[in-house]
T-cell receptor, first 114, second 112 residues
């Protein structure tokens, strides 16, 4: 059982370039999340998808877009990368979405924007 | 959103018991208290959850007083490998709870 899989694991971009971070889960979970974590800091919620077909903004959505492609996949897109977006990005999922359920996290994507 | 407050950092020595307290004064009636552990370069992982009184599993214990305005994560006889960041979360029972916010967590450093 793979759980939550994120690709790529590492990425270096130049300012202004675009890219999409991929996330897939094989646990048949309804809700999926994208967080970012800057060095020495806690996780900040970028976007979440409570169920297939819905997406909502989190704490820090500016500069990002998301797509809930199907129940398994939730992608995060940076249209024009900026150095301030250098961070580690984590995808997570949970079963029905209520906060009393535990989240399952991927191993992260380390993104550097030069 | 229900907010939590926990110490920024703690130090301990191997073999000691570590207690990390979290304050959540505005916890809703139907919210659970959940703790996650994060090692460097990894995503957080669930360690324990409780609603009231005491919960124990193979990793930790969670103590919750009757008023539920705080909770204490207890790690018995820590080792170097318990060095990590520990996050306390409570649900957002008022709005369905989908929007899960992490605080800064508590950085635990275990010394030999």
């Amino acid at each position: 059982n793979a759980g939550v899989t994120q690709t790529p694991k590492f990425q270096v971009l130049k300012t202004g370039q675009s890219m999409t971070l991929q996330c897939a889960q094989d646990m048949n979970h309804n809700s999926m999340y994208w967080y970012r974590q800057d060095p020495g800091m806690g996780l900040r919620l970028i976007y979440y998808s409570a169920s297939e077909g819905t997406t909502d903004k989190g704490e820090v959505p500016n500069g990002y877009n998301v797509s809930r492609l199907n129940k398994r996949e939730f992608s995060l897109r940076l249209e024009s990368a900026a150095p301030s977006q250098t961070s580690v990005y984590f995808c997570a999922s949970r079963n029905t979405g209520t906060s009393n359920e535990k989240l399952f996290f991927g191993s992260g994507t380390q993104l550097s924007v030069l | 959103l229900a907010k939590t407050t926990q110490p920024i950092s703690m130090d301990s020595y191997e073999g000691q018991e570590v207690n990390i307290t979290c304050s959540h004064n505005n916890i809703a009636t139907n919210d659970y208290i959940t703790w996650y552990q994060q090692f460097p370069s990894q995503g957080p992982r669930f360690i324990i959850q409780g609603y009231k009184t005491k919960v124990t599993n193979e990793v930790a214990s969670l103590f919750i007083p009757a008023d539920r305005k705080s909770s204490t994560l207890s790690l018995p006889r820590v080792s170097l490998s318990d060095t990590a960041v520990y996050y306390c979360l409570v649900g957002d029972g008022n709005t369905g709870g989908f929007k899960t916010i992490f605080g800064a967590g508590t950085r635990l450093f275990v010394k030999a």
